[in-house]
């Protein structure tokens, strides 16, 4: 809402008004609809039309003014019943509030709203209603309200924004020192397959990665979710193709491209990811990769690790934040395949002595990139008090006698 928009439905509203002069001399307080023992009349529906037409809001229409009325009458009633009661300076306090979005004083906003032919009345009951109604809604729901850090982490990891997506399947070798050149070797020959079966095949034999079991393939992901560097290699191939090896610390990874689907609008992008970094002696170890099985049954989020960790040197956990650009490859690589929470011990360092157990903390949407997690808390409680105002109204609606006349 603002003032320029106000000033011109004001006089659209006013020159309606002229023109619709005989229907203004109908009886006015004829009933248009009764809602329990209250009567909706046909001035106050005349009335809300002419106040939605001057805030330029949805359902400005005879239908939605009937149907906006009858859902205050069963909201009113509610209110009541429940006892809440708005003292007058809260009324005063709402009113301002409410006209202070179109950069007016309540006084003004009333002045401009009676050009349109709208009652002071109009305005008051129907921020009265408001009010009384979140009050209600607030007193009733507030305490079953309880939002959870992952639900706080997926919404700040949520862009509004599509883009391209693609079904991959990776395989990493581990390559110590001692047998780079030999798996150099398998990874050219690999990295020469045209046959996604083939490339499953020897995902399946040489892969180090928790997709080995599945031939080494991905579920569908955004490009974007891929680490900067990958997404035009990718982007490059063909159905079939596969990447060169690309050398990362202790291993070789090679990509292939199984499909490519467009979904529409531009590609979400993060403007942070943030993961932690566990370092377990003993390399790919049998005993080492058992002691990391055990550690990700006993964790759910990344503040876990640091009990994990606790009594043990302060380099045995990173946890960091970064821009993706910013993360090294193979770490990156890991992470666009994981959610909050998720895993992965596929990585090495020291020349492959040290195990890397990866976990994803979140990541955050450059679309919200400037929101805090109040914020986000806020804004999560209030779609959820939404969402049981709704169901309430329903149950009112459900329960109550309507008739239109």
């Not at 009113?76 to 007058?88: K, M, Q």
């Not at 309430?392 to 309507?402: M, N, S, V």
């Amino acid at each position: 809402m603002n003032l320029n928009r106000l000033t011109h439905s004001v006089a659209v509203i006013g020159f309606a008004l002229m023109t619709a002069a005989p229907v203004a001399a109908q009886n006015l307080f004829a009933p248009v609809a009764k809602v329990n023992e209250s009567v909706v009349t046909e001035f106050e529906v005349q009335q809300r039309q002419r106040f939605l037409q001057v805030l330029n809001a949805p359902g400005a229409t005879r239908e939605g003014a009937i149907e906006a009325l009858i859902d205050e009458r069963l909201r009113n009633e509610a209110v009541a019943d429940s006892g809440i009661s708005l003292t007058p300076q809260g009324i005063s306090d709402s009113l301002e509030e409410f006209a202070a979005r179109a950069n007016l004083s309540a006084e003004e906003f009333t002045k401009v709203l009676g050009q349109a032919g709208v009652s002071p009345e109009t305005f008051r009951d129907f921020v009265i209603n408001n009010v009384g109604w979140r009050e209600l809604v607030r007193a009733r729901y507030a305490p079953r309200v309880q939002i959870t850090e992952a639900e706080i982490n997926r919404a700040l990891g949520t862009s509004r924004n599509g883009g391209v997506r693609v079904l991959v399947s990776e395989i990493i070798i581990p390559a110590p020192p001692q047998n780079a050149a030999q798996v150099n070797a398998l990874a050219e020959e690999i990295s020469q397959t045209r046959s996604v079966s083939e490339f499953s095949s020897y995902a399946s034999r040489y892969s180090a990665t928790a997709s080995r079991g599945r031939g080494g393939r991905l579920d569908w992901q955004d490009v974007s979710a891929l680490p900067p560097s990958l997404q035009p290699l990718i982007l490059a191939l063909a159905p079939g193709e596969v990447t060169a090896p690309l050398p990362i610390p202790n291993a070789v990874a090679l990509f292939q491209l199984r499909d490519i689907q467009e979904t529409g609008g531009s590609a979400p992008s993060y403007s942070s990811i943030e993961y932690a970094a566990y370092y377990m002696a003993g390399g790919r170890s049998a005993e080492t990769l058992a002691k990391a099985a055990k550690v990700q049954a006993s964790v759910n989020t990344c503040n876990d690790l640091y009990g994990i960790a606790q009594g043990q040197p302060a380099e045995v956990l990173d946890r960091v934040t970064k821009a993706p650009g910013e993360i090294p490859q193979d770490i990156a690589i890991e992470l666009s395949k994981l959610d909050a929470g998720e895993v992965s011990t596929a990585l090495t360092r020291s020349d492959g002595q040290t195990l890397v157990f990866l976990m994803m903390c979140g990541r955050t949407a450059a679309d919200n990139q400037e929101a805090s997690r109040e914020d986000v808390i806020n804004a999560l409680r209030q779609e959820r008090l939404v969402g049981y105002a709704d169901q309430l109204q329903e149950q009112l609606k459900a329960d109550a006698r309507i008739v239109r006349k």
